[in-house]
C-alpha cells in the first residue's frame, strides 16, 4: 500500500486527497500522518526538503511535491483526467496551478512568520509583501475565474485547496472582496464531495 504522509491542515495534502478521490485512487493510499517541525520525524528522510506532501512506495522510492503527485496519480488513472493531453488545455490548468499554489505558498510563510518567530523579531514588511501577492492573484482570478462547469483538473483542485487554506488560517477574509471566486468555490464543493471530507476542522 502506498503511504501518504500528510499532516490534516496541509493545503497541499489536501490537494492530493481531493484528487485521489476524484480518480478514484484514494483507497491505494494509506494516510500517515508527518510533523515537519520535528527533527526525529522519518519525513526528512522521505523528503529531504522536510515539506509534505510525500509518496512512499512499497520499496522506499518516494515522490514529492503536490505537483508530482498529482501528475503521477493522473497517470495511475489512466492519464488524461486532471492533467489535459491538449497541449492548450493542459497548460492552462498548469498555470492556474501555479497561481493557486503560489498564494498557497505565500499564506503559508504568513502564518509561519507568527508561529516561529518571537513576537518581536516579526516583520510586518514581510508580511505585507506576502499579502500583496495573495491580493493581486485573487483580483486576478477575481476578474477571470475558472467556469463554473470547468473540469475538476490540477488547477481547479489546487485553486480550491487554496480559498479552503484562506478560510482556515484568515477566517475568510477574501471573501468580501471576491463574491465571483465565493460562487465558484461553492460550486465546486457541490460538484467534488471530497472538498468538504477533506476539510481540517481543529
Not at 497541449?87 to 503560489?102: E, I, K, N, W, Y
Not at 483580483?139 to 479552503?164: Q, R, S, T, Y
Not at 475568510?172 to 472582496?177: E, F, H, K, L
Amino acid at each position: 500500500m502506498t503511504i501518504l504522509r500528510s499532516s490534516p491542515a496541509s493545503p497541499f495534502g489536501r490537494k492530493v486527497k481531493i484528487a485521489a478521490h476524484e480518480l478514484g485512487l484514494i483507497d491505494r493510499l494509506t494516510i500517515v500522518m508527518a510533523d515537519t517541525a520535528d527533527p526525529s520525524d522519518s519525513l526528512r528522510a522521505q523528503n529531504p526538503l522536510g515539506k509534505i506532501p510525500v509518496l512512499v512506495f512499497d520499496d522506499g522510492a518516494t515522490l514529492f511535491d503536490s505537483r508530482v503527485i498529482l501528475e503521477w496519480l493522473d497517470l495511475e488513472a489512466g492519464g488524461g483526467r486532471i492533467l489535459p493531453n491538449e497541449p492548450a488545455a493542459r497548460f492552462a490548468t498548469l498555470r492556474l496551478q501555479a497561481l493557486a499554489d503560489g498564494v498557497t505558498d505565500a499564506a503559508i510563510l504568513i502564518v509561519y512568520e507568527s508561529r516561529y518567530r518571537a513576537e518581536t523579531e516579526r516583520s510586518a514588511a514581510w508580511v505585507a509583501y506576502q499579502q500583496a501577492k495573495i491580493d493581486r492573484t485573487l483580483a486576478h482570478l477575481e476578474a477571470a475565474p475558472p467556469a463554473l462547469d470547468a473540469a475538476v483538473d490540477v488547477g481547479a483542485i489546487a485553486l480550491a485547496a487554496a480559498l479552503g487554506y484562506l478560510d482556515l488560517r484568515f477566517a475568510g477574509a477574501w471573501r468580501a472582496t471576491c463574491p465571483r471566486l465565493v460562487v465558484w468555490l461553492d460550486a465546486f464543493a457541490a460538484r467534488v464531495p471530497s472538498f468538504e471530507t477533506t476539510r481540517f476542522r481543529g
